[in-house]
Structure formats: C-alpha cells, structure tokens
C-alpha cells in the first residue's frame, strides 16, 4: 500500500540478467549501474550486504509518476548503519519515525519480480536536479 509507507521483502528477483538501475549512498553519491537482478547476491552486494527489503510510498510514486520501489537493507538500522539522506525523505521518516539506513538501489515491480530502469541516466538526471544534496560519481 503506497499511502502506509509499507515496506516488504515477498517481491521475487527478475528472471532477466544484468540490467541498469540507480544507487544512492549514505555519502549522498548517486550514479547508475548495472546490476543482475536475478541473482540475489548482486541484488544484496548492491546495497552493502545483508538480507534486502523493498520500500514503496505514495511520495515516491508522486515524485517518479510511476511505480519504483527501494532496495534497502532490512537490517540497515540494527546494524547501526548510516543514514542514507534520499531513501529516508522519499520513505516519509518523520512520518514514520524510521529512517532508511544504508545504500540502496531502485527497482521496478514487474508482477511478482523486480527490474532495472530502462531509463536510469534520465532518472538520475532528474534526482540531482531535484536533491541538491545528490552528487555523481
């Protein structure tokens, strides 16, 4: 449900390979890269390890005008994790008292599975220019 801020881990991995997607760190540094979306641990060493959880607000469908999900580390905030300024903002923390800890990535929910963003430079572009806090590598 995009209004509760819900945050799941049932979505499957992609059947298709190495696709394009966008990654934010807790650095604030934002670039594009290519990631195998159906192997799990590409997925997991994208954002730093760890078990992964996927995030999804109205805030972020506002803002893309579509439906992108968030990659996360589901145990970001156990492992004390740093705070990663973007995913928190578009996760509504203050709303939630939770922020996002950790890197991340996004993703498109297809069905069940998840894929990259066929059009991740536009989507990037369009990150820096709105959070001017984001840098690229």
């Known amino acids: 449900n995009y209004k509760t801020g819900e945050r799941k881990s049932q979505m499957r991995l992609m059947e ?6 966008v990654k934010v760190t807790t650095n604030n540094i934002i670039s594009v890269i290519d990631i195998d979306f159906s192997d799990l641990h590409s997925v997991q060493n994208a954002i730093g390890g760890g078990y992964i959880e996927t995030v999804h607000t109205q805030r972020m469908f506002d803002y893309f005008g579509r439906p992108i999900i968030l990659i996360v580390n589901e ?5 004390d994790l740093p705070v990663n300024a973007f995913g928190s903002d578009m996760y509504g923390y203050l709303m939630h008292g939770n922020p ?3 890197d991340l990535i996004l993703a498109v929910p297809d069905g069940e599975f ?3 963003l066929e059009d991740a430079e536009t989507v990037m572009e369009k990150m820096i ?3 001017k806090y984001l840098g690229g590598k």
């Open 16 to 21: 298709k390979s190495t696709m394009k997607t």
């Open 75 to 79: 145990e970001g905030i156990l492992k």
């Open 100 to 102: 996002i800890c950790g």
């Open 114 to 116: 998840l894929r990259g």
């Open 129 to 131: 220019k709105d959070f």
